[in-house]
């Protein structure tokens, strides 16, 4: 199994990743370094993706002095799905900024449990 | 009929299209061609289903000049066209009855961004129903994820953007594991069109090579549908966001998009992997044991409610755990009656959501039980939508969550021993937690008024909205009478699945 | 006696009969009285009790005091012994889930297919087309751009709409309404402390830096934006450049003069029209396409920069709508408008 790992070592380092992310998505009550965490898990995503489509030898799909072989270039379709991958990351990145950025204004912490029971004691006011 | 073939792809245009159309208008404007956007959809939802019974087997649609492993597809069988009309005709009436009271919950301002939210969460409905390709499914489920925080948050209270913030969190952890499941799944396979994939899944299964990463990847995938669609160990975020919502956004958060990630995940299940295999990985046990416990713990934890959105929203944990209890048992049957559960719930709790807000409203905004004593009366319609809908929830006869209890029963029947009597007395225990807590709010709404309380003066429901709810209250009493011919669609549909 | 008589009255039992007497009313009585039992400073006991006599007619007050109390106690709970034993339970649990999913992860990446080998699954005949014929019938020389704009439009069509709804939804949370003068409400900026009031002040070095690489910036997106079909870049790459040199200018000069040229209006409008042309020009050709038809759309000279049918138009309308949401992501969180 080592040697296995070994020779995926792209595709071990971003499990760990995703892995690392999403523990920290789910330990830290603190809101900015849950966006972190969220990052590194999608990050570690795209690390999987991009060692998946790679072939030894090969160069980026792009084509060059019109040669149109198979054995010349890598695999395109990991690449387009990375960059979709960013645009969606890029997107809700930009929206749980803009609820920490509310949330911050109004109660003045980023603990989301404190924020919780702050919301709560707000009915009783 | 031809040009029918065409109508899935038209609808979820008019969706896109409609939403950016939507963001230069006038907030009245955009709340008008939100409505006819809805309808339109509804009516080509129709004939769509309406072409699609007469066709022999599941039809691809291409989305280009490019046939199926290359290019992305769309396919239309009769269980989508059915979903899709259901769903649209839920959702139209949520719109025509839900808007006239949206200015109590969003700026007049920011009502055009809540229109194109709605819009682009339809679209996205439609095409995770219609759709034939995993990748362009994961696109859909963020644009849903982020349209559904969208309609939390229009509503702005400390409360609503704590729920939205928990909702996020939960659902992007969500797609995380469904991105890893896919691009793991693309690995072993190299395909993202689900029939090339279901195929390529067939050649793993029969040769033995890469199938600890198939497991895997079922578990990533189902995990993350299940979290998004609050099944329920996972359903933390769910009943404080729909508890806070505005009530529109309750009723579409609840009623339609959870059923669009069952719907992929019973896609993902039949077409990609095949029934069989989850059987054998033993997927399909752990969805029932999470229903069967989702299905008590929903109802007993509503019952512990004291504020009446709470506890319709854990009604609705316990009603998505009916629809993975049949989902879990593996068999035809059960997917079928979890199928008729989805819609039975799509229609009843959208409807209980809007009345419930009425009730509210003529109590003064207070939301605890003994205010609501004699809501039924100063109300008169939202009373009996209410009760109707309420009825339809406990699985009283005559009603659409009668007979999907029924069926969910039935397919229990031929299963082996233990299961079946878990089945049962899961159905008949969860039954009676049902008609203790949503009959005691009946009778209380029926109750005399407390002398003590002053109510604010009654306001009349616009006429359309009143019709609107009446409608579908109607719609709920038809799932209960006519499920006949809707349980066939259903079962051929599933023929024609795979 | 009476220690027994309140033993039975904590029972299920006579909880349950309490309910179908009296209702949720009583129920939620004693619930909140019993959360609130074990608080060692409680604030008004005895207003309380003199409240339970007036119960009929004080109800709502009644209540609301329960729910003060019941909801100090929580917080001081949460404030001292429950916070840490809860917060190390929760701790422990995540990392123990944490590490259970890495396992699995690396036990599935050990069976996966061998990394950089020719000899994968993903290597086949889907690739093979995208590939061999992609030049003959997309006519781009960037097989990606091919792929993701002509193969595989509708994924690209949904990403531009990701885009489009994210920037919606920072609009709902951020964006401070103006009141009928068209002035911001100014009890909001007040409110939400913004930055509105840090407005660069004339900074020489910045300016002049700006002034120079604010052209080259954006000319070097108009550059990515319009060879994405021959190179590396496209749409959204030179979208995001584009966005950073707007951002340069903004940051240099200050909203008032980056006001002139882009407002909320033009953001709208342009979203408008290069998310509505997107949708209509693919709409065309995935009609033609399932219909079985022809586009008539020519695909040119492989590696002119009028070539590839209509991958170069959707780059151009990809990379404004990722410009402006993009710059109107900066502008929201800066000063909440535009």
């Known amino acids: 199994m080592w040697q296995a790992l070994y020779d995926n070592l792209e595709q071990t380092v971003a499990v760990i990743l995703f892995g690392i992310g999403f523990t920290i998505l789910l330990l830290q009550r603190n809101l900015i370094r849950k966006i972190i965490g969220l990052n590194i898990m999608s990050t570690a995503t795209y690390l999987f993706l991009a060692s998946m489509g790679y072939i030894e030898g090969r160069k980026a799909p792009i084509v060059t002095d019109g040669v149109t072989d198979l054995a010349a270039y890598i695999n395109p379709i990991p690449a ?27 109660y003045r912490t980023l603990d989301i449990d404190q924020i919780a029971l702050l919301a709560k004691g707000e009915d009783m006011a | 009929m031809t040009l029918a073939r065409n109508f899935p792809f038209f609808s979820i245009l008019v969706c896109l299209v409609g939403s950016v159309v939507t963001s230069v208008l006038k907030p009245r404007a955009a709340k008008a061609l939100t409505i006819i956007i809805a309808g339109v959809v509804l009516v080509l939802s129709a004939f769509t289903l309406r072409y699609a019974l007469a066709l022999e087997s599941a039809e691809p649609f291409m989305m280009g000049h490019f046939p ?131 195929r390529a899944v067939r050649h793993i299964v029969e040769t033995g090579q890469y199938m600890e990463p198939l497991t895997v990847v079922i578990a990533l995938i189902t995990a993350g549908l299940a979290i998004k669609s609050a099944m329920f160990p996972f359903h933390a975020w769910a009943p404080d966001t729909y508890a806070f919502a505005p009530p529109m956004s309750s009723a579409i958060l609840s009623g339609l998009i959870g059923k669009a990630y069952i719907f992929l995940l019973i896609k993902f299940f039949y077409r990609v992997i095949g029934l069989d295999v989850i059987v054998g990985t033993n997927v399909d046990s752990v969805l029932f044991v999470c229903g069967v416990s989702g299905m008590l713990m929903g109802s007993v934890l509503a019952i512990s409610q004291r504020d009446i959105r709470r506890m319709v929203a854990y009604s609705s944990v316990s009603q998505i755990g009916y629809i993975y209890m049949g989902l879990g048992m593996g068999t035809e049957a059960g997917v079928a009656a979890a199928l008729f559960q989805m819609l039975a719930h799509a229609a009843a709790k959208s409807l209980l959501f809007l009345s419930t807000n009425e009730l509210v409203s003529v109590s003064g905004d207070r939301k605890r039980f003994h205010y609501l004593h004699g809501a039924g009366y100063r109300n008169p319609v939202a009373g009996v939508v209410f009760t109707v809908s309420a009825m339809s929830l406990v699985g009283i006869p005559f009603t659409g969550g009668f007979i999907a209890k029924l069926n969910l029963a039935t397919a229990g029947m031929p299963m082996g021993g233990w299961m079946r009597a878990l089945v049962l007395i899961a159905l008949a225990i969860s039954t009676l937690l049902n008609a203790v807590y949503y009959l005691h709010t009946v009778v209380s709404l029926y109750r005399r008024a407390p002398a003590e309380i002053d109510y604010p003066p009654s306001h009349r429901v616009p006429r359309h909205a009143a019709a609107a709810l009446v409608i579908s209250m109607l719609l709920t009493v038809y799932l ?19 | 006696m009476s220690k027994r008589r309140s033993d039975w009255e904590q029972r299920p039992q006579a909880r349950f009969l309490r309910w179908m007497r009296d209702g949720y009313g009583a129920l939620d009585d004693q619930i909140t009285t019993s959360i609130s039992q074990p608080a060692a400073p409680r604030p008004d006991q005895e207003a309380m009790e003199a409240h339970d006599i007036l119960v009929g007619t004080h109800r709502h007050e009644r209540e609301l005091a329960l729910d003060r109390l019941a909801h100090y106690d929580l917080q001081n709970w949460a404030n001292t012994r429950g916070r840490k034993v809860l917060g190390r339970l929760y701790a422990v649990l995540a990392l123990l889930l944490g590490l259970i999913l890495i396992y699995f992860l690396l036990n599935t990446v050990a069976f996966m297919p061998r990394f950089a080998s020719a000899d994968v699954p993903a290597n086949n005949e889907v690739i093979a087309r995208y590939v061999e014929k992609g030049l003959e019938e997309t006519g781009a020389i960037n097989i990606v751009a091919g792929m993701i704009l002509d193969y595989r439009a509708f994924d690209t069509l949904g990403e531009s709409t990701v885009l489009f709804v994210a920037a919606c939804a920072v609009l709902i949370l951020l964006r401070i309404d103006l009141d009928d003068h068209g002035q911001p409400m100014q009890q909001l900026i007040a409110e939400e402390s913004d930055d509105r009031h840090y407005e660069p002040k004339n900074d020489r070095i910045l300016q002049g830096s700006a002034m120079v690489l604010t052209p080259i910036i954006l000319l070097f997106g108009i550059y990515v934006l319009f060879n994405g079909h021959l190179g590396p870049g496209g749409g959204f790459s030179g979208g995001a450049i584009l966005s950073s040199g707007l951002i340069l200018y903004l940051n240099a000069f200050g909203f008032q003069k980056a006001g002139r040229f882009f407002t909320y209006k033009i953001f709208m409008w342009v979203s408008f029209f290069s998310l509505g042309f997107y949708g209509v020009a693919k709409a065309y050709s995935f009609y033609m396409g399932a219909n079985g038809l022809h586009s008539g759309i020519p695909l040119g000279t492989p590696g002119a920069i009028l070539s590839s049918g209509l991958i170069m138009p959707l780059n151009i309308a990809v990379g404004l709508v990722v410009a402006c949401t993009m710059y109107i992501f900066y502008a929201l969180f800066r000063k909440g408008g535009l």
Request: hydrophobic letters at 55%; proline letters at 2%.
């Open chain 2, 480 to 498: 209960g009478l006519g499920s006949g011919p809707i349980m066939r669609v259903i079962e051929a549909g599933l023929k024609m699945f795979a």
């Open chain 1, 80 to 106: 387009g799905l990375v960059l979709t991958g960013i645009v969606v990351s890029v997107s809700f990145t930009g929206i749980m900024l803009a609820l920490t950025v509310r949330l911050y204004r109004r």
């Open chain 2, 68 to 198: 199926a492993p290359w290019g992305n597809e769309l396919r239309i069988g009769r269980l989508e066209a059915l979903m899709a009309t259901g769903i649209s005709a839920v959702l139209f009436i949520t719109l025509v009855a839900g808007f006239y009271h949206m200015p109590a919950f969003v700026s007049e301002k920011k009502l055009g961004l809540y229109c194109i939210m709605v819009d682009l969460a339809m679209c996205a409905i439609l095409v995770m129903l219609y759709t034939n390709d995993l990748f362009t499914a994961y696109v859909f489920i963020e644009i849903m994820t982020i349209a559904s925080c969208a309609l939390v948050i229009v509503r702005q209270n400390g409360h609503t953007l704590v729920a939205a913030t928990r909702y996020m969190i939960m659902n992007l952890l969500a797609s995380g594991l469904v991105l890893l499941g896919i691009s793991m799944l693309y690995g072993i396979t190299g395909h993202l069109l689900m029939e090339p994939l279901g």
